[in-house]
């Protein structure tokens, strides 16, 4: 079964320090998608990033950086110079394209960020 | 990105009333949508999985009988909960999903307060 943990329950930091929040993830599906998407206080889910399970490249998107590692089943996202903005929480999901081809999220526990002035 | 509406954004009722929450997609057809709801400092569970013009999918342990689910069209989806009650007051999300790409949007939430 597909399963998303996100270990970390909460974190806080100090402005401008930098930050990974961890995701360990488990299928057995060979074809898959990873996701992270930050939820502010208002609610709303904002896409971060989707990564194939074919691309392990790492990816750097301004503040924001992605490690993906198949290896160890893990996709942990890491903010550098962090911001107050930066509070929110964070979950990490996975999508399965098996022979069902739903595309259904499965989501960890989420991580709540605060970033402290 | 595609974007995903919801209506109501935030609803009050009534113990035992039925509350109708829509999801719309605003700029492309969605042969699929989910429904997730999501407790207070908690994560997203998916409730079900709705696909136009056919019966939803409901993960276990969801009552489908309680969580009304219509897929009537390719841009829009209803849940509706019937006979809610306060354990039902929840932040509900709808997503729409591009099978061939994996890529899914998701709408604003829909935050239902039971009294």
């Known amino acids: 079964a597909q399963k998303v943990t996100q270990a970390q329950t909460e974190i806080s930091v100090v402005e401008k320090e930098d930050v990974t929040l961890d995701c360990v993830y488990e299928?057995?599906?060979?074809?898959?998608?990873l996701f992270w998407y930050k939820q502010p206080p208002s609610g709303e889910l904002v896409f971060l990033i989707r990564?194939?399970?074919?691309?392990?490249q790492n990816e750097i998107s301004g503040r924001y950086s992605w490690n993906f590692q198949k290896s160890t089943s893990s996709f942990n996202f890491t903010i550098t110079a962090s911001q107050v903005v930066d509070s929110a929480v964070y979950f990490c999901?996975?999508?399965?394209?098996?022979?069902?081809?739903?595309?259904?999220?499965?989501f960890g526990q989420g991580t709540t960020l605060q970033v402290k002035p | 990105g595609a974007v995903v509406s919801q209506h109501p954004s935030r609803v009050i009722c009534k113990s035992g009333t039925s509350v109708k929450i829509e999801c719309r997609s605003l700029?492309?057809?969605?042969?699929?949508m989910f429904w997730y709801r999501q407790f207070p400092k908690q994560s997203l569970m998916l409730m079900a999985t709705?696909?136009?013009?056919?019966?939803?999918?409901?993960e276990q342990g969801v009552e489908k009988d309680k969580f009304l689910i219509n897929h009537a069209s390719l841009t829009l989806s209803t849940l509706t909960v019937t006979s809610a009650h306060p354990e039902d007051s929840s932040f509900y999300i709808c997503?729409?999903?591009?099978?061939?790409?994996?890529?899914?949007?998701f709408g604003p939430g829909t935050r239902l307060t039971v009294l």
């Open positions: 700029d492309f057809q969605a042969t699929t």
């Open positions: 990564r194939n399970s074919f691309d392990e």
């Open positions: 299928t057995r599906d060979t074809t898959y998608y």
């Open positions: 999901a996975l999508s399965e394209f098996g022979s069902s081809n739903t595309g259904k999220l499965i």
């Open positions: 997503s729409a999903g591009q099978t061939s790409s994996g890529e899914q949007f």
């Open positions: 709705s696909n136009e013009g056919s019966k939803a999918t409901y």
